[in-house]
């Protein structure tokens, strides 16, 4: 039996097992499972690899960033060029490889769904999952404002997005867990009253489907989308990763 899996914390909402166990199902895929593994720290990423016998692994919240000490190469086109992981190959040497699919599974939802790529973009959050947003958006020579609840170098604080930034930055993609169930009815700070049909919110949230942050939108005149397309644009690209 192969054994792939998920680690991240918390995993109680996550969408991965029951997706790949249907994949197996639908597809007649034998002798694979999918399993949660729940990691309150990093460190007990260890004792997994002893633990249990593995085939591959998706990386979500908090560890795409904080996994690739623990991995022996990263892949230059995805994880390398991008810090940070969400997949990791367990290589026949038994080495682990470093990858990252959320890139893959963003642009081709990005691409279906705005009309054209002449915007600017406000990205919120500055976390693992950013990382692979602001590579699709430096590729597709879309320029953008990174956004976080304290100002740095790369960033300004949300109370500095002002009237301006957000009416010429029309492209808003929340990369935060903000929103996501079972804390649901909160959406990042950000001066809404501003939004017009000009706005296109994409949220990596998918759970619930329309988060306040796309209900903002959408009755303001908006656009919207979760990130449900990203989410199984990037397990199919796991998937493939593991099998090459």
């Not at 991240?8 to 593994?37: A, D, R, V």
């Not at 038994?94 to 990005?110: H, R």
């Amino acid at each position: 039996m192969k054994t792939y899996g998920l680690i991240g914390y918390p995993l109680e909402h996550s969408f991965s097992k029951k997706y790949f166990t249907e994949k197996y199902e639908k597809e007649g895929i034998e002798g694979c499972q999918y399993e949660l593994f729940e990691l309150e720290n990093i460190k007990q990423f260890t004792d997994l690899l002893k633990e249990n016998q593995l085939n591959g692994l998706n990386v979500t919240i908090p560890y795409k960033e904080q996994v690739l000490p623990f991995l022996d190469r990263l892949d230059p086109e995805t994880a390398g060029k991008i810090g940070a992981a969400n997949v990791i190959k367990f290589e026949e040497d038994g080495t682990l490889t470093g990858y990252n699919s959320d890139y893959i599974g963003f642009k081709n939802s990005l691409e279906s769904f705005l009309p054209h790529t002449q915007f600017k973009a406000l990205v919120l959050g500055t976390g693992g999952a950013s990382k692979a947003i602001k590579a699709v958006l430096d590729d597709l020579k879309i320029p953008f404002l990174s956004v976080s609840r304290n100002k740095t170098e790369e960033s300004i604080a949300y109370s500095d997005v002002t009237e301006e930034n957000y009416t010429t930055h029309t492209l808003v993609i929340n990369t935060t867990p903000l929103g996501m169930h079972p804390k649901v009815g909160v959406a990042p700070d950000l001066p809404y009253e501003f939004t017009s049909d000009k706005h296109y919110f994409f949220d990596v949230v998918y759970n619930p489907a329309e988060t306040e942050f796309l209900k903002i939108c959408r009755e303001k005149g908006g656009h919207g989308m979760n990130g449900l397309d990203m989410l199984i644009g990037q397990a199919e690209a796991s998937w493939v990763i593991w099998n090459k």
